[in-house]
């Protein structure tokens, strides 16, 4: 009696190892192993969105590098296979999409946020220092100043 919990422990870490999936593909060449690891690290799995399909757990991962892995095996290039998954998934599939109209903002849009900022910031600039020039007292307002000052009040007469 004082085994089962022992028992059940190793059981349910053997079940555990049985539980993770581990895929092993035959290549027929080197080459086509390298062109295989290449096209899982360039496509973006749909549901992670930030991981590639080769790093990704998900269903859909699993099914994209299997389908990959049949189109090298069938003799499609590497072109032809990113060709697929852009038709089937579109160019957000890619980690480096093609520069085009529909990805202009992808590949444009960072530069102009950042002349944009640039140009807000030296704006901001500007105008502080034009603030702080009129703060700025003018000879006058400090003569006038100085006169407050040198006349005696009239509560220090007391």
Same mark, same amino acid.
């Given at each position: 009696?004082?085994? !089962?919990?022992?028992?059940?422990?190793?059981?349910?870490? =053997?079940?555990?190892? /049985? +539980?993770?999936?581990?895929?092993?593909?035959? %290549?027929?060449?080197?080459?086509?192993?390298?062109?295989?690891?290449?096209?899982?690290?360039?496509?973006?799995? !749909?549901?992670?969105?930030?991981?590639?399909?080769?790093? =990704?757990?998900?269903? /859909? +991962?699993?099914?994209?590098?299997?389908?990959? %892995?049949?189109?090298?095996k069938?003799?499609?290039?590497?072109?032809?296979?990113?060709?697929?998954?852009?038709?089937?998934?579109?160019?957000?599939?890619?980690?480096?999409?093609?520069?085009?109209?529909?990805?202009?903002?992808l590949?444009?849009?960072? %530069?102009?946020?950042?002349?944009?900022?640039?140009?807000?910031?030296?704006?901001?600039?500007?105008?502080?220092?034009?603030?702080?020039?009129?703060?700025?007292?003018?000879?006058?307002?400090?003569?006038?100043?100085a006169?407050?000052?040198?006349?005696?009040?009239?509560?220090?007469?007391?």
């Amino acid at each position: 009696m004082k085994r !089962l919990p022992l028992i059940l422990l190793l059981g349910s870490l =053997s079940f555990s190892t /049985l +539980a993770t999936n581990i895929e092993v593909y035959d %290549f027929d060449s080197p080459a086509q192993e390298r062109t295989y690891k290449e096209l899982t690290t360039e496509l973006r799995c !749909l549901v992670c969105q930030n991981q590639d399909i080769a790093d =990704s757990n998900a269903e /859909l +991962a699993q099914d994209m590098r299997h389908k990959v %892995f049949r189109m090298l095996k069938n003799g499609k290039s590497k072109q032809e296979i990113i060709d697929f998954m852009v038709e089937r998934y579109g160019d957000f599939v890619r980690y480096k999409p093609p520069f085009k109209g529909k990805t202009l903002v992808l590949w444009v849009g960072p %530069f102009v946020i950042f002349v944009l900022a640039v140009i807000f910031m030296l704006r901001a600039i500007r105008r502080a220092r034009q603030q702080e020039e009129r703060r700025e007292l003018s000879a006058e307002q400090i003569a006038q100043a100085a006169d407050l000052l040198e006349q005696p009040s009239d509560k220090s007469t007391d």
